[in-house]
């Protein structure tokens, strides 16, 4: 999909061919189509053997029977890896699938904005960073914010979520947990960084260009994945280069924590048996092709041994994410989970709008979830759920 | 005639409609009533696995809909698009028929194609380059509005412009095959009417209101029920140029009824989405129809 389908076939050409081996063909999906596609392929059984999965679907795939498991041979493949990675991978006690390459989102800041602040980087406990945030803004000039938290993305308010420790769903999973004490606390601290005026209520729609406010210092912080590092470094201008760096997400009492991302590698169901595939997702991930298919994607190796070689842990921009990638948490894995957040957003947004409080917010997050949930709880109750 | 003879021609009448018949039935009226019975279902990704897990909820979806915002965000962006779209779509493509029809315009042939082709050409090359066209910074539209000393519109980036510049496109894709149809119906018209009404001393409009008009009406008629029906069905529009954004200001019923089926896979309240629109566009058609049964048009 999208970057890895490209670089794939370049990959592919370099790697040793296993005589008798059957030939692979990459076919090439966008990201905003991929999702639709491979529930497609399976509704009309035209599935291929092997398939770049996003981390955040696996549960969906593995509920519909679209995937097999990983078999115990393979099972060394997921030893170094990050737990919590793995650990999202993991549903009713089995792998289902090996990942690929890894990421999670932390802040990037302006490092010359937070030092005219008297900073160094931004603290990464709540109450610390708040107060460093408001030293930002005072700094910042008129018209200018601290953070930047777009209205229509749920991964901030998750992220902050997952840092106060919030569980999110309750009872086997077939119930939202939105009203427990530790997502009100997450919510009441997002909401109130749009009350202080340390964040602008505005979506990403509204921002034409990131990268340019970024380097305009309308902001001085915000939230992403390892994806931005390629982007600042081609889109900001050279002067810029210098002012920027990455830190770890905070969290009320240290930091925080973020939900593990990434894709990972499956073999779908119709092809259990075929045992050239698990052989080639071996290869795959091999020390040697993880750091190649770095070289090439820029995607960060979901395995530590890979991530020794290549010399990342001492890179001071994409250190920081294996920090965060060890405080990381796996999110619900349910096949509703995608829709729920959606949910949570458009309540979250209309509360930071003003037509809620924090907790008619986090009730009415919980009805939501609750309903759709619903036919998860018929199939716990009848045992055929995950 | 025996009735033998009779038999064997009722019998040769189905014989001959039989084909188109099993078509209609097979590739209309069955997935019709299909998707009526889905509506009535909780097909989804569970049920998808195995069809045991598919409950009958009755009316459900149904109520379920009437209480989903983004629903009546789609319902309202859906009759906008009818409400504003029908009238442009069908002044458009009747003037342009007109100018086509009209006798001092040299090279007729080359107007019509010119036109026309629009309609002809595939919709998705023809989204991207009107992309490009009503970009914000270095768009075509934009530089001529700027002209007029009128500020730069984010056309597909606002939750304003995005529905009106998604008109514009389909007003543009769409004229042509309306052109065509009122251009048959025009050259239906006969001269000896308009030159007899011009010699009464009618003006140009007094004669189009009186003469022409009156003469069209049945086809104007045909062309708001097509029209309406396209509008209410706009989907890949929409898709291809702002996916429904920004803020949802340009989710048609069409658009959220493929994100409820094929995006969340709810099937069956996509398949609620379905029955809800077909009762909308049959209720608009029968009102077109009535109203124009009591104007006379037919």
């Given at each position: 999909?999208?970057?890895?389908?490209a670089?794939?076939?370049?990959?592919?050409?370099?790697?040793?061919?296993?005589?008798?081996?059957?030939?692979?063909t990459?076919?090439?999906?966008?990201?905003?189509?991929?999702?639709?596609k491979?529930?497609?392929?399976?509704?009309?059984?035209?599935?291929?053997?092997?398939?770049?999965?996003?981390?955040?679907?696996i549960a969906?795939?593995?509920?519909?029977?679209?995937?097999?498991?990983?078999?115990?041979?393979?099972?060394?493949?997921?030893?170094?890896?990050?737990?919590?990675?793995?650990?999202?991978?993991?549903?009713?006690?089995?792998v289902?699938?090996?990942?690929w390459?890894?990421?999670?989102r932390?802040q990037?800041?302006?490092?010359?904005?937070?030092a005219?602040?008297?900073?160094?980087a931004?603290?990464l406990?709540?109450?610390?960073?708040?107060?460093?945030?408001?030293?930002?803004?005072?700094?910042?000039?008129?018209?200018?914010?601290?953070?930047?938290?777009?209205?229509?993305?749920?991964?901030?308010?998750?992220?902050?979520?997952?840092?106060a420790?919030?569980?999110?769903?309750?009872?086997?999973?077939g119930?939202?947990?939105?009203?427990?004490?530790?997502?009100?606390?997450?919510?009441?601290?997002?909401?109130?960084?749009?009350?202080?005026?340390?964040?602008?209520?505005?979506?990403?729609?509204q921002?034409?260009?990131?990268?340019?406010?970024?380097a305009?210092?309308?902001?001085?912080?915000?939230?992403?994945?390892?994806?931005?590092?390629?982007?600042l470094?081609?889109?900001?201008?050279?002067?810029?280069?210098?002012?920027w760096?990455?830190?770890?997400?905070?969290?009320?009492?240290?930091?925080?924590?973020?939900?593990?991302?990434?894709?990972?590698?499956?073999v779908?169901?119709?092809?259990?048996?075929?045992?050239?595939?698990?052989?080639?997702?071996?290869?795959?991930?091999?020390?040697?092709a993880?750091?190649?298919?770095?070289?090439?994607?820029?995607?960060?190796?979901?395995?530590?041994?890979?991530?020794?070689?290549?010399?990342?842990?001492?890179?001071?921009?994409?250190?920081?994410?294996?920090?965060q990638?060890?405080?990381a948490?796996?999110?619900?894995?349910?096949?509703?989970?995608?829709?729920?957040?959606?949910?949570m957003?458009?309540?979250?947004?209309?509360?930071?709008?003003?037509?809620?409080?924090?907790?008619?917010?986090?009730?009415?997050?919980?009805?939501?979830?609750?309903?759709?949930?619903?036919?998860?709880?018929?199939m716990?109750?009848k045992?055929?759920?995950l | 005639?025996?009735?033998?003879?009779?038999?064997?021609?009722?019998?040769?009448?189905?014989?001959?409609?039989?084909?188109?018949?099993?078509?209609?039935?097979?590739?209309?009226?069955?997935?019709?009533?299909?998707?009526?019975?889905?509506s009535?279902?909780?097909?989804?990704i569970?049920?998808?696995?195995?069809?045991?897990?598919?409950?009958f909820?009755?009316?459900?979806?149904?109520?379920?809909?009437?209480?989903?915002?983004?629903?009546?965000?789609?319902?309202?962006n859906?009759?906008?698009?009818?409400?504003?779209?029908t009238?442009?779509?069908?002044?458009?493509?009747?003037?342009?028929?007109?100018?086509v029809?009209?006798?001092?315009?040299?090279?007729?042939?080359?107007?019509?194609?010119?036109?026309?082709?629009?309609?002809?050409?595939?919709?998705?090359?023809?989204?991207?380059?009107?992309?490009?066209?009503?970009?914000?910074?270095?768009?075509?539209?934009?530089?001529?509005?700027?002209l007029?000393?009128?500020?730069?519109?984010?056309?597909l980036?606002?939750?304003?412009?995005?529905?009106?510049?998604?008109?514009?496109?389909?007003?543009?894709?769409?004229?042509?095959?309306?052109?065509i149809?009122f251009?048959?119906?025009?050259?239906?018209?006969?001269?000896?009417?308009?030159?007899?009404?011009?010699?009464?001393?009618?003006?140009?409009?007094?004669?189009?209101?009186?003469?022409?008009?009156?003469?069209?009406?049945?086809?104007?008629?045909?062309?708001?029920?097509?029209?309406?029906?396209?509008m209410?069905?706009?989907f890949?529009?929409?898709?291809?140029?702002?996916?429904?954004?920004?803020?949802?200001?340009?989710?048609t019923?069409?658009?959220?009824?493929?994100?409820?089926?094929?995006?969340?896979?709810?099937?069956?309240?996509?398949?609620?989405?379905?029955?809800?629109?077909?009762?909308?566009?049959?209720?608009v058609?029968?009102?077109?129809?009535?109203?124009?049964r009591?104007?006379?048009?037919?």
């Amino acid at each position: 999909m999208g970057n890895e389908a490209a670089a794939l076939p370049t990959l592919i050409g370099e790697m040793e061919r296993v005589p008798d081996a059957p030939r692979i063909t990459v076919q090439p999906l966008p990201w905003s189509a991929a999702h639709q596609k491979l529930l497609t392929g399976f509704a009309g059984g035209s599935l291929p053997a092997i398939g770049q999965v996003g981390n955040s679907w696996i549960a969906e795939m593995a509920a519909i029977g679209a995937i097999a498991p990983v078999p115990r041979a393979v099972h060394n493949l997921l030893a170094d890896q990050f737990d919590a990675v793995v650990e999202t991978n993991r549903i009713g006690g089995r792998v289902w699938a090996v990942p690929w390459y890894v990421d999670t989102r932390l802040q990037y800041y302006r490092t010359d904005i937070f030092a005219r602040a008297g900073h160094a980087a931004p603290p990464l406990q709540w109450s610390a960073w708040k107060r460093a945030l408001h030293d930002v803004k005072r700094v910042a000039g008129d018209g200018n914010y601290a953070l930047f938290l777009p209205l229509n993305e749920f991964e901030q308010l998750l992220t902050i979520a997952l840092s106060a420790g919030a569980r999110l769903l309750r009872d086997e999973d077939g119930r939202g947990a939105f009203s427990e004490t530790e997502f009100l606390e997450a919510l009441a601290f997002y909401k109130s960084l749009f009350d202080e005026g340390l964040a602008p209520p505005v979506s990403a729609t509204q921002v034409a260009n990131i990268w340019n406010e970024f380097a305009r210092g309308w902001f001085a912080t915000f939230t992403s994945g390892p994806w931005t590092i390629g982007d600042l470094k081609s889109r900001l201008p050279a002067a810029a280069q210098d002012s920027w760096a990455t830190a770890p997400n905070p969290g009320p009492r240290g930091i925080g924590s973020a939900a593990p991302g990434g894709s990972s590698l499956v073999v779908f169901a119709d092809h259990r048996a075929n045992p050239h595939a698990w052989d080639f997702i071996a290869r795959l991930l091999a020390p040697q092709a993880q750091m190649r298919f770095h070289d090439l994607t820029g995607d960060l190796p979901a395995r530590r041994s890979a991530w020794r070689r290549a010399g990342l842990a001492a890179d001071p921009i994409v250190a920081p994410f294996a920090t965060q990638l060890e405080h990381a948490r796996a999110l619900p894995k349910v096949p509703e989970w995608e829709r729920i957040v959606s949910e949570m957003q458009i309540v979250a947004e209309r509360m930071v709008r003003g037509q809620f409080t924090v907790e008619q917010a986090a009730r009415e997050i919980d009805v939501r979830a609750d309903r759709l949930l619903e036919k998860r709880r018929w199939m716990l109750d009848k045992g055929r759920a995950l | 005639m025996s009735a033998k003879r009779r038999a064997d021609e009722v019998r040769a009448g189905w014989a001959m409609s039989a084909p188109a018949l099993a078509a209609i039935l097979l590739f209309f009226v069955a997935p019709a009533l299909a998707s009526l019975f889905l509506s009535f279902t909780d097909f989804d990704i569970y049920a998808l696995a195995d069809i045991s897990n598919l409950r009958f909820v009755g009316f459900e979806n149904y109520a379920r809909l009437i209480e989903n915002p983004l629903f009546w965000k789609a319902m309202s962006n859906s009759v906008l698009f009818v409400a504003i779209g029908t009238p442009l779509v069908v002044a458009l493509s009747l003037c342009a028929a007109m100018l086509v029809h009209s006798r001092w315009l040299s090279w007729r042939p080359l107007w019509r194609v010119a036109l026309f082709a629009p309609y002809v050409t595939t919709l998705v090359a023809t989204a991207v380059v009107w992309r490009y066209l009503l970009n914000t910074r270095y768009g075509l539209v934009n530089y001529l509005l700027s002209l007029f000393g009128a500020g730069p519109i984010d056309w597909l980036g606002s939750p304003t412009a995005s529905l009106p510049a998604i008109l514009i496109f389909v007003a543009w894709k769409t004229f042509g095959y309306n052109m065509i149809i009122f251009l048959a119906a025009l050259q239906t018209v006969p001269r000896e009417l308009e030159e007899a009404a011009r010699i009464d001393g009618a003006g140009r409009l007094a004669r189009l209101r009186h003469v022409t008009l009156p003469a069209i009406a049945p086809t104007v008629l045909l062309v708001s029920v097509l029209t309406v029906a396209a509008m209410f069905q706009l989907f890949t529009e929409p898709y291809v140029m702002t996916e429904g954004g920004p803020a949802q200001s340009t989710v048609t019923v069409l658009y959220f009824m493929y994100e409820e089926g094929f995006k969340w896979w709810n099937l069956g309240s996509g398949a609620a989405v379905a029955v809800l629109l077909f009762l909308c566009i049959l209720g608009v058609t029968l009102v077109q129809l009535r109203l124009a049964r009591r104007g006379g048009a037919i």
